[in-house]
C-alpha cells in the first residue's frame, strides 16, 4: 500500500513538473494581423498544429474535427516581441538581491551570459505575458565595462525552461555612459572596443597569450563569435556623429553582424542606416532630451528611419513599463495623422513589436509573424491590440495557451468589490 502510495504521488509529481503538450487548433472569423507590416484581415482564420502555425487567412477553411474557437468580434495577431529589455533578470529594481541586470563587480563583462539568472517565474514575466508578450530579447547593463554581456531570447511560457536562443548577442555601449565607464571620453570607449575586438581576433587565430593583454582569457573567449560574425553585436548609440561610427565600424570589421539600439538621432542619419543595412531598435516617442547627446530627438525618429527604408523596430528598454509595449506602438499610428509629423501604418507600427524585432535578432520568420512553420505564439484580443482599451483574452506559446494570472490581476480581483471579507490575513482584527 506504502509503495503503490509512493508510485502513485511520483507519477502526480511527474505530471505537474512536465510541460503542457502543444494543442491543435483553429481560430476563426477573426480580424488577424500577420505582423508582417500588412494590413489586417477580416474574417480570417489561424490554424495551429503541432505547436507550429499551418496556415493563415480569409480562404484556409480549416479541417472541421479541430478544436474550434470563435472570434467574431475579436483580434489576433502574433505573440509581441519585447527588444531589448530585462524581463526575467529583475523582480525589485531597488533591491540589489534581486537585481541581476549589472555585475559592477565582477572580474569578467564580456563572457558574462543571462541566461542562468533568468527568473521565468517573475512576476514581471507573468504581466508582460497577460499583455501579449511572448517573446523578449534579453540583455543585462553595461556597469564596470563598456560590454555588458551576452544577450538571450526567451519565451514568456508558464514553464521552466524559457530559453529560445541562448547566447544570441553581445552588448555594447557607445553612449555618453559608456564614454564615462571607459575612462571620461568617446575616445576611451571606441578605443576600448577596437582594441577588444583585434584581441579576440588574435584569441581566434591563436596569437592570444595573455600577456599584457586588457581583456581576460574568458571575455576574450566570449568575443570570439562576435569577430567571427557568428554572434551579433548589439551597440546602442544616440549621436548622430555615435551612429556613424558604428556604420565605419562595420566597414572597419566586415564580419560584425552590428545592431544598433537606441538611435536618438537616427533619422539625421536615416539613408546612410538604410544603407549599411544594420537593424536598429529604437527609442519610443523620445523628444525631450535627458542627455546631451538626445538635443535632436523627435517623436518621428522611428517614421523619419521607417521611410528611409531602414529596418526598425521599438526598443522596449526605452519605455518605463514594459507591458505598455503596444501603446508605443499605437501612438505611432496616431502620430502619423498629425500634420508635420512622421508615424507608421497600423501595419508597420504592429511590426515594430513583433517581426521587425524578431528579423533583427536573427529570427525572422520564425517569431513574431503568423505565417506557416512560425512557432504557435498567438494571442487573441478583445479589440484593437494598439488600442489602449483591448486586452489579451487568450493566449498560446509554442502553441500551448498560457495562464494570464499575476500579482496584478490578483489584487484587481481581491479588492473589485470591496468586500472586507477578501482583505488579506492581517487585517483580521
Not at 563569435?225 to 565605419?248: K, M, N, W, Y
Not at 523620445?286 to 538626445?294: G, K, M, S, T
Amino acid at each position: 500500500m506504502i509503495r503503490d502510495s509512493l508510485l502513485a504521488a511520483s507519477v502526480a509529481a511527474i505530471a505537474i513538473a512536465a510541460p503542457a503538450a502543444a494543442q491543435d487548433f483553429a481560430i476563426t472569423n477573426a480580424t488577424v494581423a500577420t505582423g508582417d507590416g500588412s494590413a489586417p484581415v477580416a474574417n480570417a482564420t489561424v490554424v495551429v498544429r503541432g505547436g507550429k502555425i499551418a496556415s493563415v487567412g480569409a480562404e484556409v477553411r480549416p479541417d472541421p474535427s479541430l478544436p474550434m474557437i470563435d472570434g467574431t468580434g475579436l483580434w489576433v495577431t502574433p505573440g509581441l516581441v519585447a527588444a531589448v529589455t530585462t524581463l526575467g533578470l529583475v523582480d525589485v529594481n531597488g533591491v540589489e538581491s534581486s537585481n541581476d541586470t549589472s555585475a559592477s563587480r565582477a572580474r569578467f563583462n564580456a563572457a558574462l551570459d543571462v541566461m542562468p539568472a533568468i527568473n521565468p517565474a517573475s512576476q514581471h514575466v507573468k504581466v508582460g505575458r497577460a499583455n501579449g508578450i511572448t517573446r523578449a530579447v534579453v540583455s543585462g547593463g553595461a556597469s564596470n565595462s563598456i560590454f555588458a554581456g551576452q544577450g538571450a531570447v526567451i519565451d514568456l511560457g508558464d514553464d521552466p525552461s524559457p530559453i529560445t536562443k541562448s547566447k544570441a548577442f553581445q552588448m555594447v555601449t557607445l553612449s555618453e555612459s559608456g564614454a564615462r565607464i571607459a575612462g571620461g571620453s568617446r575616445k576611451a570607449s571606441h578605443a576600448e572596443l577596437r582594441n577588444a575586438l583585434r584581441e579576440a581576433q588574435d584569441f581566434a587565430a591563436g596569437r592570444w597569450s595573455g600577456d599584457g593583454n586588457l581583456l581576460t582569457r574568458a571575455d576574450a573567449e566570449a568575443l570570439t563569435p562576435v569577430v567571427a560574425g557568428t554572434q551579433q553585436l548589439f551597440i546602442e548609440a544616440h549621436r548622430a556623429s555615435d551612429i556613424r561610427t558604428v556604420i565605419a565600424l562595420g566597414k572597419e570589421f566586415p564580419r560584425l553582424r552590428l545592431v544598433l539600439v537606441g538611435a536618438t538621432e537616427g533619422w539625421l542619419v536615416a539613408q546612410e542606416l538604410a544603407a549599411s543595412g544594420i537593424p536598429v531598435m529604437a527609442e519610443s516617442l523620445q523628444d525631450l532630451p535627458e542627455r546631451f547627446e538626445q538635443i535632436a530627438a523627435t517623436q518621428s525618429n522611428i517614421g523619419r528611419m521607417r521611410a528611409a527604408g531602414v529596418n526598425v523596430s521599438i526598443n522596449a528598454d526605452s519605455i518605463r513599463f514594459t507591458d505598455h509595449l503596444k501603446q508605443h506602438a499605437g501612438n505611432l499610428v496616431a502620430l502619423g495623422r498629425m500634420p508635420g509629423a512622421a508615424g507608421l501604418s497600423w501595419g508597420e507600427a504592429l511590426a515594430t513589436i513583433s517581426s521587425r524585432p524578431a528579423e533583427a535578432v536573427g529570427m525572422g520568420g520564425k517569431i513574431g509573424v503568423l505565417k506557416p512553420g512560425a512557432v504557435g505564439d498567438v494571442v487573441i484580443w478583445s479589440g484593437d491590440p494598439l488600442e489602449v482599451s483591448s486586452a489579451a483574452v487568450r493566449v498560446f506559446i509554442d502553441g500551448v495557451e498560457q495562464p494570464l494570472d499575476n500579482h496584478r490581476t490578483r489584487l484587481r480581483d481581491r479588492y473589485r468589490d470591496l468586500d472586507e471579507s477578501d482583505l488579506p490575513k492581517a487585517f483580521d482584527w
